[in-house]
T-cell receptor
Framework: KAGVTQTPRYLIKTRGQQVTLSCSPI?????VSWYQQTPGQGLQFLFE???????NKGNFPGRFSGRQFSNSRSEMNVSTLELGDSALYLC??????????????FGPGTRLTVL | AQKVTQAQTEISVVEKEDVTLDCVYE???????LFWYKQPPSGELVFLIR??????QNEISGRYSWNFQKSTSSFNFTITASQVVDSAVYFC??????????????FGQGTTLQVKP
């Protein structure tokens, strides 16, 4: 079974631009969660999508948004980039069964650098 | 509030030594899940184990073992006879079981383990 894939793997943007990151989950997984990893803040939850609906959201500004398609693939978008948005963005997929915290399987991440 | 604390920032051992990584969690929920992940230098988080709050049995998988104690809110991870390939950052994480929150992992700050030959 193919693992979680993320594209692109590396991105360099400048302040004020916007960026879209993509995540393809493991086949059969309906939940996709996104995380931001920085040296200072560690791993922080951004949001989770399940069956094309946002099911949970972390404490990030509205510049961070996402969506999920009918094939469970997900994208996250960051608008008006700031230097502090430089991070490794990880997505994870899971079965997403209600009432159960299923194992989340992570992709390799997208390394975003904002100049 | 949910919180995970990994007090050990960095640990350095010599190959074949045993090493224990500590994890202490806080939650007000009675039903929750605990996880350990490994992040090698390549960056991808690798799932190691999941436990739910009703299963306090210790688990052993090869050289890895986990000790879950609800009384002390701890979920510690031991590597026996460490190897250089065990060098990585290890994360402990917590998730609540209510349906709106199961996709959210709260991570500790991670413990960097260096195993020297």
């Amino acid at each position: 079974k193919a693992g979680v894939t993320q594209t692109p793997r590396y991105l360099i943007k400048t302040r004020g631009q916007q960026v879209t990151l993509s995540c393809s989950p493991i086949s059969g997984h309906r939940s996709v969660s996104w995380y931001q990893q920085t040296p200072g803040q560690g791993l922080q939850f951004l949001f989770e999508y399940f069956s094309e609906t946002q099911r949970n959201k972390g404490n990030f500004p509205g510049r961070f948004s996402g969506r999920q398609f009918s094939n469970s693939r997900s994208e996250m978008n960051v608008s008006t980039l700031e230097l502090g948005d430089s991070a490794l963005y990880l997505c994870a997929s899971s079965l997403g069964l209600r009432g159960v915290a299923n194992e989340q399987f992570f992709g390799p991440g997208t390394r975003l650098t904002v100049l | 509030a949910q919180k995970v604390t990994q007090a050990q920032t960095e640990i350095s051992v010599v190959e074949k030594e045993d090493v224990t990584l500590d994890c202490v969690y806080e939650t007000r929920d009675t039903t929750y899940y605990l996880f350990w992940y490994k992040q090698p230098p390549s960056g991808e988080l690798v799932f190691l184990i999941r436990r739910n709050s009703f299963d306090e049995q210790n688990e052993i998988s090869g050289r890895y073992s986990w000790n879950f104690q609800k009384s002390t809110s701890s979920f510690n991870f031991t590597i026996t006879a460490s190897q250089v390939v065990d060098s990585a950052v290890y994360f402990c994480a917590l998730s609540e079981a209510w349906s709106g929150n199961t996709g959210k992992l709260i991570f500790g700050q991670g413990t960097t383990l260096q195993v020297k030959p």
